[in-house]
């Protein structure tokens, strides 16, 4: 681990008074390990533009009862299958599913995965979370 280093930062009040409620919603124990948190964060999604190689989850909810969907779901991720781990998937109620998807690979075919997926007609809901790889982080 490096050495810690402390340092003084000036912010409004009321966005501090924000900040705090965010982090305890949150449950983090403490400000510094907010702030840290949202450092990382950032050098994550700044590193990951510039590299070979990401790694993430890709999630997305769709309803199954839409057959052409369905189809149109496989289709792509057959199409990026190199990118892909692997696919869990989860029967949320009656009439929607939640597909994780993990992925590893270069960064503009992840994203373009996620675009293709998440543009589909019927996904109501996709995200995409880049973890790094986890070799540049501390
Ligand atoms: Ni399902």
């Keep these: 681990m490096s050495q810690l280093v402390r340092f003084g930062v000036s912010v409004e009040k009321t966005l501090l008074e924000k900040f705090d409620r965010l982090i305890k919603e949150k449950n983090y124990v403490n400000r510094s390990e907010a702030l840290r948190d949202l450092i990382r964060r950032e050098l994550v999604e700044k590193h990951?533009?510039?590299?070979?190689?990401?790694?993430?989850a890709l999630t997305i909810i769709y309803n199954h009862h839409k057959r052409e969907l369905l189809n149109k779901i496989i289709e792509v991720q057959h199409e990026f299958q190199?990118?892909?781990?692997?696919?869990?998937?989860i029967h949320l109620d009656h009439d929607n599913?939640?597909?994780?998807?993990?992925?590893?690979?270069?960064?503009?075919?992840v994203k373009?995965?996620?675009?293709s997926l998440t543009s589909i007609k019927g996904v109501k809901h996709g995200v995409l979370?880049?973890?790094g790889t986890g070799s540049d982080l501390k």
């Design 97 to 109: 599913c939640m597909e994780i998807i993990a992925v590893k690979g270069n960064p503009s075919r």
């Design 129 to 131: 979370s880049i973890a």
């Design 112 to 115: 373009k995965l996620s675009e």
């Design 48 to 56: 990951w533009q510039g590299t070979d190689e990401i790694a993430g």
């Design 82 to 89: 190199k990118v892909i781990i692997s696919t869990t998937h």
